[in-house]
């Protein structure tokens, strides 16, 4: 048995189908269902650029007064915070502090890491390759930080952080250096390790 013969004992066993309906009507059909369709995406994208502004109008962002050369410090209301990402984690705990987890991957964006750390209650400075601080440093605020075999631990408690103040994180390729920065006054950055 060939090809041939299969296809005619295929054939055979099929009914035979009409096309009652034009052709052009099936074609407008078919775009009038594209075009709803597409009327659909459309409205949901827009129904997801509303949430988000509403999503980012709740965070109750509200600015510092920039000191010259210095880009304004969002100050976001605390909300809990689980971020793992492969350069850094963030994440707050039960009993009202933040962990920092810095692995030894170097991806990682110093401005999303500031607004995820601001939601979670903690101002931060984030810097790659550099350090900053202040002329003077705000005093009576410690932070927990460990090296481990997984990275560069840190843990902070929001609630303790000086009014006035945020803290400066400094990333390098073999440490990660912070402290304590008055919000306001000039900075002072070096670009190796501290």
């Keep these: 048995m ?3 013969d299969i296809l005619d ?3 055979q066993s099929l009914p035979e189908v009409h096309m009652t309906t034009p052709l052009e009507e099936v074609v407008d059909q078919g775009r009038t269902r594209r075009r709803r369709r597409r009327s ?4 949901g994208g827009l129904v997801a650029a509303v949430a988000l502004a509403i999503s980012l109008g709740a965070f109750e962002a509200t600015r510092t007064t920039p000191s010259p050369g210095r880009a304004s410090v969002l100050k976001l209301g605390h909300s809990a ?3 793992q ?3 850094y984690s963030i994440n707050s705990n039960t009993d009202g502090t933040v962990t920092i987890r810095f692995t030894d991957e170097q991806s990682m964006n110093p401005t999303y890491m500031q607004q995820v750390l601001a939601k979670a209650g903690v101002p931060a400075l984030i810097r790659i390759g550099s350090f900053c601080h202040t002329p003077t ?3 009576g605020f410690e932070v927990s930080d460990r090296q481990g075999p997984q990275g560069n631990v840190m843990v902070i408690t929001p609630s303790a952080m000086p009014a006035g103040a945020e803290l400066s994180i400094g990333y390098f390729s073999d440490q990660v250096a912070w402290t304590m920065i008055a919000i306001g006054q000039p900075l ?3 670009t190796s390790d501290p």
Aim: hydrophobic share 40%; charged share 20%; glycine share 10%.
């Design 9 to 11: 004992r295929v054939k």
């Design 137 to 139: 440093q705000p005093s």
């Design 85 to 87: 990402l492969a350069g």
């Design 40 to 43: 659909r995406l459309a409205g």
């Design 188 to 190: 002072s950055c070096v």
């Design 81 to 83: 915070v689980h971020i």
């Design 2 to 4: 060939n090809d041939v």
